[in-house]
C-alpha cells in the first residue's frame, strides 16, 4: 500500500526565514511525487512535481530515495507563501490517482 | 485555461436524503475524480473514473456512488445522507498521457456540505 505521511499540521515561521515542509513516502516501486498548495479562498492547484526539477515560487523539491523523503524548500519565507500545503505520491503505472498526505498548513508572520 | 466548475458552493441536507453532487470540466479530460477534504485527514479519494461509464473505488467508497454518463460531467451521490458525511468535496479531472501532463490534476472550488 502506498501512503504519504506529512508530520506537521502547522508551521509557523517568521517572513524571511528558511521554510522546509517535511513529505515521507511508502511505496514498493517508483513513484511520482508532487506538491500541491491551496491558498485562502483559492482551488488546490500543483505546485512542482519531481521529475520536473523544477524550482517555483522560489520552492524546490528534493526526492531522496533513500529516505523515501520529498520535503518542500525555500530559502527566504514570504507572507504570500501562507497556505495549506500537500504532498502527494502516484506510482508508475497507475496514471493519474494521487495519493495525498493530511496536508500542513505554512503560516508566515511579520 | 481548465475550468472545473461543481454545481453548488455550499449545501445544507437533512440525514437520509439523497444528495447529488454535479461536476463539468470543459478541457476534454479523460479522468475524472471525487475527493472528500476533512481537516488533519487531507484528501480521501472517494471514487474516479478513467472513461465515459466507467468507475473505480478509491480509498472510501462506503456510502457513496457516483456516475459519468457525459465524458465532462462526473456525478456524486449520496444515498442516504448521514451527518459523518458532513465534508468539504472536491471534484478534480486530468488528462490520460500522452495527451496531457502526467498526472497533474485541475481542481473544483469545492462543495461544502452540512448534513443535520
Known amino acids: 500500500a502506498q501512503r504519504v505521511t506529512q508530520p506537521e499540521k502547522l508551521l509557523s515561521v517568521f517572513k524571511g526565514a528558511p521554510v522546509e515542509l517535511k513529505c515521507n513516502y511508502s511505496?514498493?516501486?517508483?513513484?511520482?511525487l508532487f506538491w500541491y498548495v491551496q491558498y485562502s479562498r483559492q482551488r488546490l492547484q500543483l505546485l512542482l512535481r519531481?521529475?520536473s526539477r523544477e524550482s517555483i515560487k522560489g520552492f524546490t523539491a528534493d526526492l531522496n530515495k533513500g529516505e523515501t523523503s520529498f520535503h518542500l524548500k525555500k530559502p527566504f519565507a514570504q507572507e504570500e507563501d501562507s497556505a495549506m500545503y500537500y504532498c502527494?505520491?502516484?506510482?508508475?503505472?497507475?496514471?493519474?490517482?494521487?495519493?495525498f498526505g493530511t496536508g500542513t498548513r505554512l503560516q508566515v508572520t511579520l | 485555461d481548465v475550468k472545473v466548475t461543481q454545481s453548488s458552493r455550499y449545501l445544507v441536507k437533512r440525514t437520509g436524503e439523497k444528495v447529488f453532487l454535479e461536476c463539468v470540466q470543459d478541457?476534454?479530460?479523460?479522468?475524472m475524480f471525487w475527493y472528500r477534504q476533512d481537516p488533519g485527514l487531507g484528501l480521501r479519494l472517494i471514487y474516479f473514473?478513467?472513461?465515459?461509464?466507467?468507475?473505480e473505488k478509491g480509498d472510501i467508497p462506503e456510502g457513496y456512488s457516483v456516475s459519468r454518463e457525459k465524458k465532462e460531467r462526473f456525478s456524486l451521490i449520496l444515498e442516504s445522507a448521514s451527518t459523518n458525511q458532513t465534508s468539504m468535496y472536491l471534484c478534480a479531472s486530468s488528462l490520460s498521457p500522452p495527451r496531457g501532463t502526467y498526472n497533474e490534476q485541475f481542481f473544483g472550488p469545492g462543495t461544502r456540505l452540512t448534513v443535520l
Open positions: 478541457m476534454d479530460h479523460e479522468n
Open positions: 519531481h521529475i
Open positions: 473514473s478513467y472513461d465515459v461509464k466507467m468507475k
Open positions: 502527494a505520491l502516484s506510482g508508475r503505472g497507475t496514471a493519474s490517482k494521487l495519493t
Open positions: 511505496y514498493s516501486g517508483s513513484p511520482e
